[in-house]
């Protein structure tokens, strides 16, 4: 008894120095800013240090039983053979089983530590506007299955991006972050101290799949993105684009693409709580997908005139060039009739998905969450696409959530401001896993419950494109474009020092400007802004200086066909 004590003793020495080891090297990995480090070595101590002495202890058990056995042997007068190596001698042969049980606990630890909470599935449609949906009052039948979960959960009708474009507002939501918190607005890629939900998932015990058609949301650099979208998966699949390289000789990877591999992984599920992240491209432009949808909503639209055979599409001919196609109102009809389309190809694959997880029996304990990165501008404020403004029809998006047994069925809330940055925070609260103290996002289960009397009264979103940053309350808008003269065919001015303050209850579709009538009022909801950001980039906007781009950065951009 007191050599196994003895055992355990050196096992839960050595797992605390493990742990230890291992927290500091994650803290250091993972370097936030200094106010937050307290809370981060806290997280990497009670994750890291418990899971290294549990290994400690029962490589220490494995130790005393290898050392049991070999005294044993040695006492009963048995030889070990003479060729038998060294490290079979009692003490060598005791402490090669501690290092190894205990390195191979560390390793699958987080697959043998069964999470408590749900398999989560989040589904990101590109470029969704929430007025094109049905759960959200929309005359056309685009969207049956996305209403479907809206009808068997929670849909939050008052929800903002924090960018509205791609890149930025997929980052702040997976780290709960705003992207002037990481400075992804001069670097343009997430740095790999930044912790992820999949992250936090996997170190959980989550398995953590993620399956992209963006050319945008990848894994490694490429033509058109600099990647970093795989930061915590244990797979990310993003075959997502072919062609010769040349910017737009390419395509998408479709949302039946997506689906079919994600079907494939939950049909051949074997157990295990999961984290399955889609992200499908449609209905971003190109506005193209297979008929019958393609030509559903619009199909005596006649493009004749300037799409033959060979001929570039109606999208090249008329989206990308922008304002300067002489775009009329017929053509925006025809642009949101095909919108529509995509919207309803979507749906019909994502019914798939959901057929998936009934089929595989995991309806009942699965979180799905439902929403999209930014929304889409049909020239309500003189643009089209997207990445540029901050108006509610390019920064407001669709958020659902269903959970059966555990989220309210049927429920819609619309009364409270909702950011994209809370939906990290709202699933580990769901799944029972502390929020790390540096997220920026609050837990939305306290709005479903009816507890929100101290929910925050604003929403903040950020435009890379324009170097622009806006809040939003219950009644005002106030949006400033700090300073950029980056031209770009899909605007019809330049944003360079505009301030815009819009009264959104007399003026919901912001159209009258008053922001030389209530200067007082701006300037406050201006400092509100400014105490959210860092430092550097407070002072950086309080100089009203414009953000320089480097060449590398404008080719990506320009790839996009963001710039010109």
């Keep these: 008894m007191r050599k196994l004590v003895l055992f355990l003793s050196c096992g839960v020495l050595v797992g605390l120095a493990g742990g230890l080891a291992s927290a500091l090297r994650y803290t250091l990995a993972h370097r936030y800013i200094e106010q937050e480090m307290n809370g981060l070595i ?3 101590l009670r994750d890291h240090t418990s899971r290294w002495v549990m290994g400690g202890v029962l490589a220490a058990v494995l130790a005393f039983g290898t050392a049991l056995v070999l005294g044993r042997l040695r006492a009963s007068g048995r030889r070990l053979p003479e060729r038998t190596p060294r490290w079979l001698s009692v003490p060598a042969a005791v402490a090669v089983t501690l290092i190894v049980a205990l390195d191979l606990f560390v390793l699958i630890a987080p697959r043998i530590s069964a999470p408590s909470g749900p398999n989560i599935v989040v589904i990101y449609l590109d470029a969704l506007r929430p007025d094109h949906l049905g759960a959200y009052g929309y005359d056309r039948d685009t969207s049956p299955n996305i209403d479907s979960i809206a009808g068997s959960g929670v849909l939050f009708g008052n929800v903002y991006a924090q960018s509205p474009a791609t890149y930025p507002s997929v980052h702040s939501t997976l780290t709960s ?33 993620g399956i992209s058609s963006s050319p945008i949301v990848v894994r490694q650099e490429n033509h058109f993105a600099l ?8 797979r990310f699949d993003d075959d997502v684009y072919s062609g010769d390289g040349e910017p737009w000789n390419w395509q998408f990877r479709s949302a039946e693409g997506v689906v079919d591999k994600a079907v494939d992984w939950l049909d051949n599920w074997r157990g295990g709580k999961f984290f399955l992240f889609l992200y499908i491209m449609d209905p971003h432009c190109d506005y193209r997908c297979p008929e019958p949808f393609n030509s559903r909503f619009d199909p005596d639209y006649d493009d004749k005139t300037f799409v033959a055979a060979g001929d570039p599409t109606f999208y090249e001919v008329k989206l990308l060039k922008g304002i300067d196609a002489g775009l009329e109102p017929r053509d925006i009809e025809h642009f949101e ?27 009942d304990d699965t979180l799905i969450v439902f ?20 108006y509610d029809e390019v920064i407001r998006v669709p958020l659902i959530m269903s959970y059966p047994g555990v989220l309210p069925e049927g429920v819609t809330i619309d009364d409270r401001l909702v950011q994209l940055l809370d939906v990290t925070p709202t ?23 009816g507890d929100d009397a101290e929910w925050r009264d604003h929403a903040i979103s950020e435009a890379l494109f324009v170097d622009g940053k806006s809040i939003i309350t219950k009644s005002w808008k106030y949006i400033h474009y700090y300073g950029t ?18 009264d959104l209850q007399a003026d919901p ?38 953000i320089e781009f480097d060449e590398e950065t404008i080719r990506e951009l320009k790839s996009l066909g963001y710039l010109q």
């Design 427 to 449: 699933i580990l609260d769901v799944a029972g896993i502390p929020r790390p103290p540096f997220m920026q996002g609050a837990s939305l289960l306290p709005l479903i419950d």
């Design 337 to 363: 009739a095909l919108y529509d389309g995509e919207i309803a190809y979507a749906d019909d694959q994502i019914g798939r998905v959901l057929e998936g997880l009934r089929r595989s029996d995991l309806v």
């Design 485 to 502: 003269e980056l031209e770009s065919p899909h605007l019809t001015r330049k944003y360079r020092n505009v301030r815009e303050l819009f």
């Design 371 to 390: 929403l999209s990165d930014h929304g889409e501008e049909f020239l309500e404020h003189g643009g089209v696409k997207h990445g540029y403004t901050l």
């Design 227 to 234: 990647g970093g979208f795989e930061q915590g998966f244990d």
């Design 42 to 44: 806290l997280l990497a």
């Design 509 to 546: 579709g912001e159209t009258i400007n008053l922001y030389e009538a209530n200067r007082e009022l701006a300037e406050r909801l201006h400092a509100r802004i400014l105490a959210m950001i860092p430092e550097e980039e407070r002072d950086r906007v309080q100089r009203h200086e414009k």
């Design 177 to 209: 972050k705003y992207a002037s918190s990481f400075l992804y607005i001069r670097k343009c890629v997430l740095e790999r101290q930044h912790l992820t939900l999949a992250e936090i998932l996997k170190n959980h015990g989550y398995r953590t799949v």
